[in-house]
């Protein structure tokens, strides 16, 4: 049972690239989360998704899109990526409202 | 505004003793709070919760209290163990919200043997 797994767990990016993280979790959980972690701050909301085929913006949406195409997927990509971009993503799902999110291993960004 | 704070950066205890973390919130409609632990080069894990309806809900080592009136929790360690060493997160919940959490800034645990 991998819980929720992410992939990659470390990229170096330069200014203006793209990318996708990809996270993948094996619960049948229907809510995903995207959450960058910046050194000092705690968790902030970039994205989030209440089930398959739905999305919607958090906290801290700007620079950032994001995909729900199958229920145990949640990708979210860089179009163009800036240094502030730079932090550690962390993916989590949850399977209902009312428990526990269960976070995956985190991808370590940084954006030269 | 942060909604969530834990005003304490980090603590240091001696293992044996009781750790006591702290946790503000501003937002009334938050009714659910959790905390989780997180070790370096991990992703958090959820280490206990409780619901606006309690005050107190134990977990072996671990309890968390709440004081709606005064929008405060608190999270027990006793006794507290080496391993117990780690960054620990408060976070809070609407539960209309779709479970979207806020995090606070985290309180780093040091457990002195």
């Known amino acids: 049972n991998a819980g929720v797994t992410q992939t990659p767990k470390f990229r170096v990016l330069k200014t203006g690239q793209s990318m996708t993280l990809l996270c993948a979790q094996d619960?049948?959980?229907?809510?995903m989360y995207w959450y960058r972690q910046d050194p000092g701050m705690g968790l902030r909301l970039i994205h989030y998704s209440v089930g398959e085929g739905t999305t919607a913006k958090g906290e801290v949406p700007d620079g950032y899109n994001v995909s729900r195409l199958k229920k145990q997927n949640f990708l979210l990509g860089l179009e163009s990526a800036a240094p502030s971009q730079t932090s550690v993503y962390f993916c989590?799902?949850?399977?209902?409202?009312?428990?526990?999110?269960?976070f995956g291993q985190g991808t370590r960004l940084t954006v030269v | 505004d942060q909604q969530v704070k834990q005003n304490s950066p980090s603590l240091s205890v001696q293992e044996g003793r009781i750790s006591i973390l702290n946790c503000d919130y501003t937002?009334?409609?938050?009714?659910?709070f959790l905390w989780y632990k997180k070790y370096p080069a991990e992703g958090p894990t959820f280490l206990i919760s409780?619901?606006?309806?309690?005050d107190k809900n134990e977990d072996g080592r671990f309890t968390v209290f709440l004081n709606k009136s005064a929008k405060h929790l608190s999270l027990h360690i006793v006794p507290s163990q080496p391993g117990d060493s780690a960054v620990y997160f408060c976070a809070a919940r609407g539960r209309t919200n779709a479970g979207k959490s806020t995090f606070g800034d985290g309180t780093t645990l040091t457990v002195k043997p």
């Open positions: 937002n009334s409609m938050f009714d659910y």
């Open positions: 619960m049948n959980h229907e809510y």
């Open positions: 409780i619901s606006s309806i309690k």
């Open positions: 989590a799902s949850s399977y209902s409202t009312a428990t526990e999110a269960f």
